[in-house]
Each structure stands twice: as structure tokens, then as C-alpha cells.
């Protein structure tokens, strides 16, 4: 299964360096790498078995659809090679905006005590605009939870 959106760049080990595992979940693992033409960190979703290339696909094209809104995360590309600690198996991922701060949850687990409340608001609002917006594009997100929300290196979240 191809990403449908031809605007979005095929990303390669030569164009990347200086992979970090920042995380997974129940789908795979993430990555923080450098992309080096384009000269900014990029995160990279990797499923954790070849069956969840066609889920990983299946994402890509909603992510596409909807990658330019302010509150959903940037898609740049898709990524085709063998990743660190993968061995010779060739890996199909998707390249996706860094959200430096991670996610809500990482927030609420780093604060002493709940968010001040114009942040808790701001917050909530962008999240809400986020859903907002897959909505009126007919998609679902299924799996809207803390761990889920991500933050970029000013509070906004995505």
C-alpha cells in the first residue's frame, strides 16, 4: 500500500542521522533522527511487525489529509530503509513533525501539582480544535488520551 499524497517525501537511511528511541506504544516504536537536508529533527513511527504496514499506510493517508491544520501533527514523508537496531529488515515508517516536549501526560507527570489553569484551558481548547477539524474530515482518532496529546516546545498541543 503507497501513501496517496504525492507532495510527501520518500525519506531514506542516507538522508538520516543520529537516530534516538524516544518511545513506543502498542503499535511500535518512535524515533528522534535528523533529517540532513532538511536540517531539523524529525520524529519517525516505526510499527512493531511488517503486519502494521497497512495500518501504518492507513494513517499516513489520514495524516495527509489533514498534516497542514495547526493542532494535528505535521506528516512530511514516509520512510523506507532499515532503521537502527533493525538488523538488515527493511522498515516502512512514517517521518512526522518533533514535538519536543512530549506528550500531556509527560507534562502532567513532570508538574508538582495540576497545570496552571490558562494553560489547562489552552490546552484543552487546542485539543478540542484538533478534533474538531478530524471530525469535519470524517476521521476518528479512536485513541485520544494524554500519552496521545503531544506538546510542541511552547505548550501548544497537537
Known amino acids: 500500500m503507497e501513501l496517496e499524497s504525492p507532495k510527501f517525501e520518500s525519506v531514506e537511511n542516507e538522508n538520516l542521522e543520529n537516530w534516538q528511541f524516544i518511545g513506543s506504544g502498542g503499535f511500535g516504536q518512535v524515533y528522534k533522527a535528523r533529517h540532513k537536508k532538511w536540517r531539523r529533527d524529525v520524529a519517525i513511527k516505526l510499527p512493531r511487525h511488517a503486519a502494521g504496514d ?3 499506510c492507513e494513517e ?4 495527509a489529509k489533514v498534516s497542514l491544520h495547526s493542532s494535528v501533527l505535521r506528516l512530511y514523508g514516509k520512510y523506507w530503509g532499515c532503521p537502527p ?3 538488515q529488515n527493511i522498515q516502512l515508517g512514517i517521518v512526522m513533525e518533533l514535538m519536543d516536549i512530549g506528550s500531556v501526560q509527560t507534562l502532567l507527570e513532570t508538574l508538582s501539582g495540576p497545570p496552571p489553569w490558562p494553560l489547562a484551558f489552552r490546552l484543552a481548547y487546542e485539543i478540542a480544535q484538533g478534533m474538531n477539524f478530524l471530525h469535519e474530515k470524517n476521521i476518528l482518532h479512536h485513541d485520544l488520551k494524554p500519552s496521545n496529546v503531544l506538546l510542541d516546545g511552547d505548550l501548544h498541543a497537537k
Do not use: S
Open 85 to 87: 537496531n533493525g538488523g
Open 54 to 56: 497497512i495500518e501504518l
Open 60 to 63: 499516513a493517508n489520514h495524516m
